[in-house]
C-alpha cells in the first residue's frame, strides 16, 4: 500500500458480527467503511443468486461466485476516500472460503471450479490488490448459528450448523495455522464470542492496532 493509504479486511464467519463492528468504527473519523455488496446478491436485475445458491448449490454456485469476484473486485479497486480503508471480507476469501467450501463439499462440480480459479489468479496476478491489515473475528461456530437466526435474512434460513462449521475450519486453516493459502498480510485476531458491550470494549483496546496498521 502507498505511504498515505491503509488497508484493512475484516473477515469472519457468517453472522460474527462483522457488520457491527464496522458500524462501530465507521464513527471514527479518517476511516471509510465498506461492507459486503450483499444487497447486490440478493437483487442482480430482479434475480437473487444468494438465495438461489442457498436451494441448489451445485446449479447455482458458480453464479453467485462468478458475480461476488465481480463485485468484491468493483470494492477493491474503488479510489480511497480517506486515509484508511476498513473492507468487509475481500476477494481472497471468496475464493479461499466460500469457493473452497462449495468444492470441497462436493456442491461444485470440477469444471466450475476451475473457470473461478483461473479468473482468480488472473485477477491477484494483474490487478493490485493491497491490504496492509486482516482483522479477524474468531468465533464459534455456535455463537454464528445464534447471531445468524437471531438476524433472521431469508436466503439463510436454510443453513445449518455444519455449514458454518465447515466455515469456520476454512478460516481457522488459512488465517491461524497458515495451513492451505497464502495470507497476503499479518492477521489480528479479535475473539467474537462475548456480548455487544465486551465486543466494543475490545475494538477500543485494538483501536490503535488497527489505524496504524501500515506503521
Ligand atoms: N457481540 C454480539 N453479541 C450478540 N449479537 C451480536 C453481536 N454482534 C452482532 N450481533 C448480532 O448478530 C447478527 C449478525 O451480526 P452482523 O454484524 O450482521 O454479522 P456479519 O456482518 O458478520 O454477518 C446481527 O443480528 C447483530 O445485531
Ligand atoms: N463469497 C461469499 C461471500 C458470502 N457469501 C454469503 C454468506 C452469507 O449468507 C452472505 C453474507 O455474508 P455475511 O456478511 O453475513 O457474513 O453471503 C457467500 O456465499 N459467498
Redesign the pocket.
Known amino acids: 500500500m502507498s505511504c498515505c493509504f491503509t488497508s484493512i479486511w475484516l473477515e469472519g464467519?457468517?453472522?460474527?458480527g462483522?457488520?457491527t463492528c464496522l458500524e462501530y468504527f465507521s464513527k471514527t473519523s479518517d476511516i471509510e467503511v465498506l461492507t459486503?455488496p450483499?444487497s447486490k446478491?440478493r437483487n442482480v436485475q430482479g434475480c437473487n443468486p444468494?438465495g438461489l445458491?442457498y436451494q441448489d448449490p451445485s446449479r447455482w454456485g458458480l453464479t453467485?461466485?462468478t458475480y461476488?469476484q465481480l463485485t468484491m473486485l468493483d470494492r477493491h479497486v474503488l479510489p480511497m476516500s480517506a486515509p484508511i480503508r476498513m473492507m468487509?471480507?475481500s476477494i481472497y476469501?471468496?475464493k479461499y472460503?466460500?469457493?473452497e467450501n462449495l468444492y470441497k463439499s462436493g456442491k461444485m462440480p470440477e469444471v466450475d471450479f476451475a473457470v473461478l480459479s483461473e479468473w482468480f489468479e488472473w485477477i491477484i496476478k494483474n490487478i493490485a490488490i493491497p491490504v496492509d491489515l486482516i482483522v479477524y473475528l474468531q468465533t464459534s461456530p455456535q455463537t454464528c448459528y445464534e447471531r445468524l437466526k437471531q438476524r433472521c435474512?431469508e436466503?439463510?434460513k436454510v443453513?445449518p450448523l455444519e455449514y458454518l462449521e465447515s466455515i469456520h475450519n476454512l478460516y481457522e486453516d488459512w488465517l491461524i495455522h497458515h495451513k492451505s493459502f497464502e495470507v497476503p498480510a499479518p492477521v489480528l485476531v479479535i475473539p467474537a464470542d462475548h456480548d455487544l458491550k465486551k465486543m466494543l470494549h475490545q475494538y477500543e483496546e485494538n483501536r490503535e492496532k488497527i489505524l496504524m496498521a501500515h506503521c
Open positions: 464467519n457468517i453472522a460474527s462483522k457488520t459486503e450483499v446478491w444468494l445458491m453467485l461466485q461476488v468487509e471480507r476469501s471468496a472460503i466460500f469457493v435474512r436466503e439463510e443453513i
